[in-house]
């Protein structure tokens, strides 16, 4: 299947369609997803630090590139910088570890992974707890960290910078003070969350856009201790029902389809060869306008990922989130 792309502010292409790696830790879970995957034709593969799966992902890398299956300059590899690693002498230990993690030279596009820095523990990367909770790091800014990563940009270790989780202005004034100009933004999108405001600051800027929990990431009440999130399930909304019976297609591809038909790049995760293969199986169809439209205008409106472990952070950065809306629970790495 051949996967449509956008171009970055660099020059590069972004694919509009890759794998989400979030919550797989598992090395023969990860290793059968990501051959199922490459062997697809995916070529982006998301991780993070913060998702202790960069290890895996690099064998798996290796053996493609090494054995001829797969040319590096063919992949596109996203990772992002940890909330506890924002800190200027933070950066580059940071980034050189996950290289070395990944087995790679380069990153394609690096991410800032969410706009609040935390402090981590003295000698580790670990988030440094006080009574229970994270600690904010005040000192930081969103420049401070973006001038470490664009040195990491000008030593070629770092293809393209982005951010995640960032509000629109957030975004913005990034943008405005940057040397090397952010290429891509990484957020929570789909039918229920549709960002329109975010993507249309996104469309003046020139920056590309991807889509986190495309699905509404129906497994991620496995990543909290008491399961608590707000309600929502795409997949279940009977007008992606209907369109799924209309087009021969299942819910998935709908929603899938429906973000890069809009040039949004999507990065469902799945461990399921046979839904890895469903889900890249999406560039062969079109949705009409009506289509379009009925999808993009589904009447329920929900943030499914509401990042309350940072509410109440000076650099948080969503209007509509406080202490009153958020349920708590407490936070959990991975
Ligand atoms: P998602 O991709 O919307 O949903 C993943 C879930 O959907 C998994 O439980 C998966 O189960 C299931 N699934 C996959 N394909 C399916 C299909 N065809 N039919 C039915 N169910 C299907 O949610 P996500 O994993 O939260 O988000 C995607 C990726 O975005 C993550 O993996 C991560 O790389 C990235 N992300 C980034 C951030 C950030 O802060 N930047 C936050 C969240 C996610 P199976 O595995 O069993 O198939």
């Known amino acids: ?73 063919e992949l596109f590899i996203t990772s992002k910088l940890p909330f506890v690693a924002h800190a200027p002498e933070d950066v580059a230990n940071c980034v050189e570890s996950q290289l070395k993690a990944l087995k790679l030279d380069y990153i394609d596009l690096y991410l800032i992974h969410c706009p609040c820095p935390f402090k981590h523990q003295e000698g580790n990367l670990l988030p440094l707890l006080e009574d229970g909770k994270l600690v904010f790091d005040e000192k930081t800014s969103h420049m401070d960290t973006w001038k470490e ?15 995640s989780n960032f509000s629109a202005k957030q975004l913005e004034e990034l943008y405005n003070q940057a040397e090397v100009k952010p290429s891509n933004i990484q957020v929570e999108c789909h039918i229920y969350w549709p960002q329109e405001h975010l993507r249309s600051v996104c469309k003046k800027l020139g920056v590309t856009f991807t889509a986190y929990a495309p699905l509404g990431s129906p497994g991620r009440k496995a990543a909290r201790p008491d399961g608590v999130w707000p309600e929502g399930d795409p997949l279940l909304e009977p007008v992606v029902q209907q369109l799924a019976a209309k087009y021969h297609k299942t819910a998935a591809q709908i929603l899938i389809r429906h973000l890069t038909q809009h040039g949004i790049s999507a990065i469902p995760k799945s461990i399921s060869p046979d839904r890895i293969i469903e889900n890249i199986s999406t560039f062969d169809f079109k949705l009409s306008d009506e289509d379009m439209h009925a999808l993009d205008t589904v009447p329920t409106r929900i943030r499914l990922f509401i990042f309350d472990f940072a509410v109440g952070h000076p650099l948080f950065p969503h209007d509509d989130v406080d202490e009153t809306t958020t349920p708590k629970s407490g936070f959990k790495l991975h």
């Not at 299947?1 to 660099?10: A, E, G, I, K």
């Not at 940009?153 to 951010?163: D, E, F, I, P």
């Open 149 to 163: 990563l664009e040195k990491l940009y000008h030593a070629k270790k770092l293809r393209a910078l982005g951010v």
């Open 1 to 73: 299947m051949t996967v449509d792309s956008v171009p970055l502010n660099t020059g590069a292409k972004l694919p509009l369609f890759g794998l989400g790696t979030w919550q797989v830790k598992d090395e023969t879970e990860l290793t059968v997803a990501l051959r199922a995957a490459l062997d697809g034709g995916y070529r982006i593969i998301d991780t993070a630090h913060l998702y202790q799966n960069e290890h895996i992902i690099g064998e798996v890398l290796h053996e493609y590139i090494s054995s001829g299956k797969i040319k590096r300059e």
